[in-house]
């Protein structure tokens, strides 16, 4: 028997996922794969108050805080979006972002329950002093605004990254860290896109990215990294991997004895 549960763990669900939020400008792109696995995709609004090649990405307008709470740009007030997780999610809506970086980023944060990597200067100060009433949460203070987008967490002790001052940070703060050269990935407009708004965890044990990596030598290093972890590597598509500002795992299916 299961039950359908929101994803209690953020970016790291414990059971199989059932419901996603992705940004609508990528709609019906990975229709096949969502099919597959019986994934629902819960179409986030483009955001128009950030730059257009980066309107659709849903890490610059919803932030999830782990079961039902999720916070969501002001910029993207529709009715029928919020119809659509009312019920599910406890939800409020964040001002003050602006159109450029780094004011486009205050929630761009990344965030698993147990390691809080942001930066301070960009971070939305209410979603942080949300996450930081715990006083267990592991704090990694960076000078990455897009956080999120440069942090594809892994499981509760590990990320991969494209991005070496995180990845010196993180160390630090005792996270395992894979420091990538991240180069490839597409972000149309841009120079390259990172590698955490490509890839979500669709399981415990499995981690999608948007498309395949190129550079043979990086995704062995990012297949067997996973798979010292237990980790099965999937590829949404067979075109390049691309930065579609991440997927937010909301709920998940859990086996109930």
């Known amino acids: 028997m299961f039950q359908i549960k929101t994803v209690d763990i953020p970016n790291c669900p414990t059971a199989t996922v059932t419901q996603v939020l992705i940004g609508e400008t990528y709609k019906n792109m990975f229709d096949s794969f969502f099919k ?12 128009p108050n950030v730059h257009k090649a980066l309107k ?6 919803v932030f999830h805080a782990g079961n039902e709470r999720i916070f969501i740009t002001s910029s993207i007030n529709s009715i029928d979006f919020v119809r659509k997780i009312e019920g599910n999610i406890n939800y409020s809506f964040v001002s003050n972002q602006k159109s450029s970086y780094p004011e486009d980023c205050n929630l761009n944060i990344a965030y698993n329950g147990t390691h809080l990597i942001y930066n301070e200067k960009t971070a939305d100060e209410d979603i942080v002093s949300y996450l930081t009433k715990s006083s267990s949460i592991n704090q990694c203070n960076v000078k990455q605004g897009y956080t999120k987008c440069s942090v594809c967490f892994v499981d509760a002790t590990s990320i991969i990254t494209g991005d070496p001052g995180i990845a010196k940070t993180c160390k630090v703060r005792g996270i395992e860290v894979l420091l990538i050269n991240d180069s490839f990935i597409r972000l149309d407009h841009f120079n390259k896109g990172f590698i955490g708004g490509s890839s979500f965890k669709t399981s415990q044990n499995e981690l999608a990215f948007t498309g395949t990596i190129p550079d043979h030598k990086t995704r062995k290093q990012i297949e067997e990294f996973l798979e010292r972890r237990n980790i099965k590597t999937v590829y949404m598509r067979d075109e390049t991997i691309i930065d579609i500002g991440g997927i937010i795992p909301i709920t998940m299916k859990e086996q109930v004895n």
Do not use: K, M
Not at 36 to 47: H, K, L, S, T
Not at 56 to 61: A, E, I, P, T, Y
């Open 36 to 47: 597959a696995r019986q994934i629902e995709p819960i179409y986030v609004p483009d955001n």
């Open 56 to 61: 659709g990405h849903v890490d610059l307008s």
